[in-house]
């Protein structure tokens, strides 16, 4: 008998969206994390198809090019993106401490909230139909402000019809209005209803979520196109802020617009009374729409002139002159501080996507393009899902369960209803349930989380013994340990060490500090033998250590300049906003005056030093790992896993069981970094390598289109890319995989980009059965 998992609490389980570390691939620098949520560069809705159009436009890939060439190019493009929005962006806003502060209250709400763990009794062996549960807690309503700005030298109405696959030959307002806030939807270009924002966020928030607004403009920019989008020495939009406060000039002299409307939320808490829902004086949803098409598209007639969409900021709140509000903060005007910015010929899907950063989610995809793509593709909006649909972008398909676990901590709700069990709670009996499919909020399961043991990283082996001090991981840190030592009769003195790093080259940074005992005196940093006074972004303290120690080395420091004197040392390591590394190890600290030694501490035995912030360690990390199973067909938002296009033809991601891998090991998903590694992604149920017709590797988007677990046949699959690419994908291997085995590889060595490197614990989760309309899938999970 399998004992059946009922719905407990509806709560969200705790997850993972930590800025955590890959202490096994500690070599490679982390990006910029405050850009996780935007950034003046969104890759994740790049079209490749229309990119590698305008790249043979512009020259940089030549009309000859193979399909192999082409494919290289665009991977480059995009990767060259990547890299100079890394490290090109010259601030993150004055607001980031604010938004990292929130965000780090959304994951301590992931982790610490729990989901049921009732069993019941066995389920009948008929499958229902799914049946739908209706909502009857308190729906939340957001004002978003969209505001439509064309250019001088290409005003809206300028796109043609073959630089898009959403052509209207008059972009207006009502157009607007209808995709973003209709209740009914709105008309496609194929003359089809299309879902709206509204119904999107609607439908996956099971009701307890929805957006209103109105649209306005068109406004006038005061430059032309490429002033605002042309690509700067950073390789980003030249000026995009700049169109956003020229939109925001003009709403404000509209006297259709009344800004303060748009400012319920204190998102950031500015005033630190713990109201997140009271006007702090900044327009709280802001979408502003450019009359071209987008860079990330191929830009239509612009090219690499025209802005690439994004979510971001205006670097510091920006004063809306000629507006007054009742909030004290910008001087009695109304302000504006985050933003999205979107194409003319934009879809719901782009909308939606980067709505989704605005609400807080991060990027699923490999925001480096590191390599050939993550394992989370078409699965979901944050990653490639905002282009699903037979008309790319209008039906995009649904939120992975991790953005949904992200989503109920940060706004309450009925995104996800969900149940977990431990590892250790599973035997050979197994545990049963029943997931209602993903597009639907029914009376089973959205998803079922299964709790793994803590995952054991080995960063280090102390230096001696079997312990160090360690400085701790993460962003905005200003941890120390410290001792006193008497140098008032002494004539030379020195602080001796070994010590392990890796800190966040010229950004972040380790220091001896030195002040006189009982005053308080400023902290001096100590002059070392692993110290630099560069400076080039202007946070070293002064004598800074930094970068990568590649093992245990010496640490040497002269204190004899303190002779004389009683003084207090410390250690101490400081980190920025971003970029978390594995930080600062020390281990057999020794301190010699005038040839003696006087104190010694190797972490092992009686403490000499004060730890405030710093820690013993044995060099290693324990974190969080997890699997998430959802129930995913093509019905409802959904529906556009069935409408791919891709070519000149439609592929299909095959329903079924998603297993999703969740590893707070990783906070990036830069598989060709580390292959089959990161912090989400699906469980490819079919192994079968996949290649192009000229026998290359398919890239991850195809792999796993066929990943999910089913006792049904998969459909077979022919993509026709002769006209682009010269090309042909195929996949008639259509057997069913109704099995997960942890035992079984799931990184195929031949494409492990595609696959995950899951644990072996003896885990198996069966498909046992599918109601008729397969909106509700039967599992079995067992030892």
């Not at 890939?61 to 890394?86: C, D, G, R």
Request: glycine letters at 10%.
């Amino acid at each position: 008998m399998v004992a059946a998992l009922s719905l407990g609490a509806f709560a969200l389980p705790g997850s993972s969206y930590a800025k955590t570390v890959d202490f096994g691939q500690s070599q490679v620098q982390k990006g910029n994390e405050s850009h996780s949520t935007g950034g003046p560069v969104d890759l994740a809705i790049a079209n490749q198809d229309k990119l590698i159009e305008m790249l043979k436009k512009s020259g940089a890939i030549p009309q000859n090019a193979t399909a192999a060439e082409a494919e290289n190019a665009v991977n480059q493009f995009l990767k060259t993106k990547a890299k100079q929005a890394e490290t090109g962006v010259p601030d993150d806003g004055q607001l980031i401490k604010e938004q990292e502060k929130l965000q780090e209250n959304i994951k301590d709400k992931m982790k610490h909230q729990k989901g049921g763990h009732d069993k019941g009794s066995h389920h009948k062996d008929a499958v229902d139909n799914v049946v739908p549960e209706k909502y009857n807690g308190t729906e939340r309503k957001d004002k978003v402000l969209v505001l439509l700005i064309e250019y001088p030298d290409f005003p809206h109405n300028q796109i043609k019809p073959g630089d898009t696959d959403m052509y209207y030959s008059d972009y207006t307002q009502q157009h607007y209005q209808d995709m973003i806030f209709g209740d009914h939807g709105y008309k496609g270009p194929d003359g089809k209803n299309k879902i709206s924002v509204k119904q999107y966020y609607e439908q996956q928030s099971g009701g307890s979520y929805t957006i209103d607004g109105q649209v306005a403009g068109w406004y006038m920019a005061k430059q032309p196109a490429a002033y605002y989008g042309g690509n700067g020495s950073n390789g980003s939009d030249a000026n995009a802020r700049g169109l956003i406060k020229e939109a925001l000039d003009a709403a404000a002299k509209d006297p259709n617009v009344n800004l303060a409307d748009y400012d319920q939320e204190d998102r950031y808490d500015l005033d630190g009374d713990g109201n997140y829902n009271e006007p702090d004086g900044l327009v709280d949803h802001l979408m502003v729409v450019h009359s071209s098409v987008g860079e990330e598209a191929g830009g239509g007639k612009l090219g690499e002139d025209a802005i690439w969409s994004h979510r971001w900021n205006l670097g510091a709140p920006y004063e809306i002159p000629n507006t007054s509000t009742d909030v004290p903060y910008w001087g009695g005007s109304m302000g504006a501080y985050d933003y999205t910015i979107e194409p003319a010929d934009g879809a719901a899907g782009v909308f939606a996507h980067e709505y989704g950063h605005d609400l807080g989610l991060p990027d699923e995809y490999d925001t480096q393009y590191s390599g050939a793509g993550e394992a989370v593709s078409y699965w979901s909006i944050m990653a490639s899902g905002s282009w699903s649909g037979a008309v790319p972008g209008t039906e995009p398909s649904g939120f992975s369960a991790w953005s949904k676990e992200f989503l109920q901590a940060a706004h309450g709700g009925n995104w996800l209803k969900d149940a977990e069990i431990d590892l250790a709670d599973i035997d050979k009996k197994g545990v049963e349930a029943l997931l209602d499919q993903a597009s639907t909020k029914g009376t089973n399961l959205d998803a079922l989380k299964i709790n793994l043991p803590k995952k054991e990283t080995v960063v280090n082996t102390p230096y001696s013994g079997s312990s160090e001090y360690f400085s701790g991981s993460g962003n905005n840190l200003e941890n120390s340990m410290s001792f006193n030592v008497d140098l008032t009769k002494a004539a030379n003195a020195s602080l001796n060490f070994k010590t392990w790093y890796d800190i966040e080259q010229d950004w972040d940074y380790a220091s001896i500090k030195v002040r006189e005992a009982g005053t308080n005196d400023d902290w001096t940093t100590v002059p070392g033998n692993l110290t630099t006074t560069a400076d080039p972004n202007g946070q070293n303290p002064g004598d800074g250590i930094t970068g990568k120690s590649d093992g245990w080395v010496d640490g040497s420091f002269d204190l004899s300049a303190y002779a004389g004197k009683n003084m207090e040392v410390k250690f101490n390591y400081w980190t920025d906003v971003a970029a978390a590394m594995p930080g600062f190890y020390v281990d057999d600290i020794q301190v010699t005056v005038d040839g003696e030694t006087v104190l010694t501490d190797n972490a092992d035995g009686d403490q000499a030093v004060t730890l405030d912030g710093f820690e013993k360690n044995n060099g290693k990390m324990y974190t969080d790992h997890y699997y998430l199973l959802e129930w995913r067909n093509h019905q409802g938002v959904d529906e556009g896993l069935a409408h791919l296009k891709r070519g000149n033809s439609m592929m299909e991601y095959d329903p079924g069981l998603v297993v999703w891998y969740v590893d707070d090991k990783y906070d990036d998903n830069w598989t060709g970094i580390h292959p089959g590694e990161g912090f989400l992604g699906v469980v490819d149920a079919d192994q079968h390598e996949l290649k192009w017709s000229d026998n290359t590797m398919a890239s991850t988007r195809y792999q796993i289109h066929d990943a999910a677990f089913s006792l049904d046949r998969t459909d077979k699959m022919f993509l026709d890319y002769t006209d682009l690419l010269g090309l042909t994908l195929k996949d008639y291997d259509t057997h069913p995989t109704p099995m997960f085995d942890d035992r079984h590889n799931y990184l195929d060595s031949k494409v492990p980009d595609a696959g995950r490197d899951v644990p072996k614990y003896g885990l198996k989760i069966r498909v046992t059965g599918e109601s008729k309309d397969r909106s509700v899938g039967r599992i079995e999970i067992s030892k």
